[in-house]
């Protein structure tokens, strides 16, 4: 069965870090690309970061670029997400989701349960 299941979450103070992991079974990790989604209370889900399937290539939301960092290890079946300089408009439950691929490419499955993430100011 296809898993993604997303940790890492808590509160954080405004300006603090947190590291989200992604943890997947089922599939090959280098065979999909892996994206980062929030979805914020009253808001629709917005993609945050993306890492390509061998993870040569990342992609930002203008909003994280500069704050945030996708990895992978593979041999760890893990995708990351590094959230430093944390703001109060980070606050949202994140999602990981297998892609075709960044940018345009197709979400693939359903969605999990994400982590919560909340900063305070």
């Known amino acids: 069965e296809v898993q993604l299941v997303e940790s890492g979450g808590g509160l954080v103070q405004a300006g603090g870090s947190l590291r989200l992991s992604c943890a997947v079974s089922g599939f090959t990790l280098d065979d999909y690309a892996i994206g980062w989604f929030r979805q914020a209370p009253g808001k629709g889900r917005e993609g945050v970061a993306c890492?390509?399937?061998?993870?040569?290539?990342?992609d930002y939301a203008d909003s994280v670029k500069g704050r945030f960092t996708i990895s992978k290890d593979n041999a760890k079946n893990t995708v990351y997400l590094q959230m430093n300089s944390l703001k109060p408009e980070d606050t949202a439950v994140y999602y990981c989701?297998?892609?075709?691929?960044?940018?345009?490419?197709?979400?693939?499955?359903?969605w999990g349960q994400g982590t919560q993430v909340t900063v305070s100011s």
């Open positions: 890492i390509s399937r061998r993870g040569g290539s990342t």
């Open positions: 989701k297998r892609r075709t691929m960044c940018g345009s490419g197709l979400i693939v499955g359903s």
